[in-house]
């Protein structure tokens, strides 16, 4: 019997370490999962807390980049808005005085309006004055020279010693004047150098003393239509200003044009043509006038342009000008110019009338022989 439950218990003992050994190992597998969870619990908890703790420092760093942004921004925003500010003052302080430079720009533009208006006037004036004063000096030495005669193609050095002399008994002889007491006062070559010897000589001025003298002297000449010395034709003609020669000569190929259609014509003085037409004559004034009545009547195709004197240029260009003004001066400013030229102007033009006054004074009063 104790045998037995010798065995029994021995049996029992072999049989309880068996199951002791599974329970360890599961035990031991529960501990080590328990550890495991526990060990990762920590885990957990660790990196949640160290995630807060990021968080945390993340919020925080997150605050003060937020305020030392809005402080930067603040403080930039604040420095723009000064630049800002003065730029726009330094631009209204330069706008101003562009308004002001501008502003000065307009009234001087307005005053060389005024004043170029005004000096055209005086302009046009003063060329008309002068233009009358040319036209009177041209007068009055024509009738000057009204008394002179001028022949040409006396070769030089023909009249000797005392061109006089010379002159004297060769019109008498050519012109048959042999009792006709002549009365020159005066003769000579015209002014300048001597042409070389192929060239036409110069003419010879004669000074009469008396105008019926030397208007029976071409009379004469007329009459004989050829004069020859030394089988060179000598031609007969009035002393002419230089200004009425021009104007004669540019007859010349409306000359030619009417010898060639066969119409006779006259040049009376001082610088005029006269045609003879069928239906009766015509005076022309200039030769583009009488070339546009030529063309007119259907003589010829060619035209001359008028030659107009400097002073007629001129007068006719500044007709030509136009000059718009910009706008009107206001009324203060043009009465202050006004008043501050008035005493200026009102001097020059006294001064001015005077001298033109007592110049057509002794222009009207001189003594024209």
Same mark, same amino acid.
């Given at each position: 019997m104790e045998g037995e439950m010798q065995r029994k218990t021995r049996s029992k003992a072999s049989q309880k370490p068996e199951k002791t050994e599974k329970q360890t190992v599961e035990d031991e597998d529960n501990a080590i999962e328990h550890d495991e969870e526990d060990t990762l619990q920590t885990s957990i908890s660790?990196? !949640?807390?160290?995630?807060?703790?990021?968080?945390?420092?993340?919020?925080?760093?997150s605050n003060n980049f937020h305020e030392i942004l809005s402080r930067d921004m603040k403080a930039d925003l604040a420095n723009f808005r000064t630049d800002i500010n003065t730029k726009l003052n330094e631009i209204a302080t330069d706008l101003k005085?562009?308004?002001?430079?501008?502003?000065?720009?307009?009234q001087r533009v307005m005053d060389l309006e005024?004043?170029?208006?005004?000096?055209?006037?005086?302009?046009?004036?003063?060329?008309?004055?002068?233009?009358?004063?040319?036209?009177?000096?041209?007068?009055?030495?024509?009738?000057?020279?009204?008394?002179?005669?001028?022949?040409h193609g006396i070769p030089e050095e023909s009249e000797g010693d005392n061109i006089q002399e010379?002159?004297?008994?060769?019109?008498?002889?050519?012109?048959?004047?042999?009792?006709?007491?002549?009365?020159?006062?005066?003769?000579?070559?015209?002014l300048g150098p001597k042409p070389p010897p192929n060239a036409n000589p110069q003419?010879?001025?004669? !000074?009469?003393?008396? !105008?019926?003298?030397?208007?029976?002297?071409?009379?004469s000449a007329s009459r004989k239509r050829e004069v020859?010395?030394?089988?060179?034709?000598?031609?007969?003609?009035?002393?002419?200003p230089a200004e009425t020669q021009k104007k004669r000569k540019a007859f010349a190929p409306i000359r030619e044009l009417l010898k060639e259609k066969g119409l006779r014509f006259h040049t009376p003085p001082p610088a005029k043509l006269r045609i003879f037409?069928?239906?009766?004559?015509?005076? !022309?004034?200039?030769?583009?006038?009488?070339?546009?009545?030529?063309?007119?009547?259907?003589?010829?195709?060619?035209?001359?342009?008028?030659?107009?004197t400097t002073v007629s240029a001129s007068m006719e260009r500044l007709s030509k000008i136009s000059w718009e003004t910009t706008g009107a001066r206001p009324r203060h400013s043009r009465e202050t110019h006004r008043e501050r030229e008035h005493g200026k102007d009102s001097r020059i033009s006294a001064g001015t009338s005077e001298i033109l006054t007592d110049f057509f004074g002794f222009l009207s009063q001189g003594k024209i022989s």
């Amino acid at each position: 019997m104790e045998g037995e439950m010798q065995r029994k218990t021995r049996s029992k003992a072999s049989q309880k370490p068996e199951k002791t050994e599974k329970q360890t190992v599961e035990d031991e597998d529960n501990a080590i999962e328990h550890d495991e969870e526990d060990t990762l619990q920590t885990s957990i908890s660790a990196i !949640y807390a160290e995630i807060k703790a990021i968080r945390s420092d993340v919020k925080t760093e997150s605050n003060n980049f937020h305020e030392i942004l809005s402080r930067d921004m603040k403080a930039d925003l604040a420095n723009f808005r000064t630049d800002i500010n003065t730029k726009l003052n330094e631009i209204a302080t330069d706008l101003k005085d562009t308004i002001g430079r501008l502003e000065e720009a307009e009234q001087r533009v307005m005053d060389l309006e005024e004043w170029n208006t005004e000096a055209k006037e005086v302009r046009c004036q003063t060329l008309d004055i002068q233009q009358k004063m040319q036209t009177k000096l041209t007068d009055l030495e024509a009738r000057s020279r009204r008394n002179n005669t001028r022949l040409h193609g006396i070769p030089e050095e023909s009249e000797g010693d005392n061109i006089q002399e010379f002159i004297e008994s060769f019109i008498k002889a050519e012109l048959v004047l042999p009792d006709t007491e002549l009365g020159i006062q005066r003769c000579h070559r015209a002014l300048g150098p001597k042409p070389p010897p192929n060239a036409n000589p110069q003419s010879i001025v004669i !000074y009469f003393l008396e !105008y019926k003298i030397k208007e029976l002297v071409l009379r004469s000449a007329s009459r004989k239509r050829e004069v020859h010395l030394k089988g060179k034709r000598v031609y007969f003609d009035q002393d002419y200003p230089a200004e009425t020669q021009k104007k004669r000569k540019a007859f010349a190929p409306i000359r030619e044009l009417l010898k060639e259609k066969g119409l006779r014509f006259h040049t009376p003085p001082p610088a005029k043509l006269r045609i003879f037409f069928e239906d009766g004559p015509v005076v !022309y004034n200039n030769a583009a006038e009488a070339m546009e009545d030529l063309k007119k009547k259907g003589l010829t195709t060619a035209s001359i342009r008028e030659d107009r004197t400097t002073v007629s240029a001129s007068m006719e260009r500044l007709s030509k000008i136009s000059w718009e003004t910009t706008g009107a001066r206001p009324r203060h400013s043009r009465e202050t110019h006004r008043e501050r030229e008035h005493g200026k102007d009102s001097r020059i033009s006294a001064g001015t009338s005077e001298i033109l006054t007592d110049f057509f004074g002794f222009l009207s009063q001189g003594k024209i022989s």
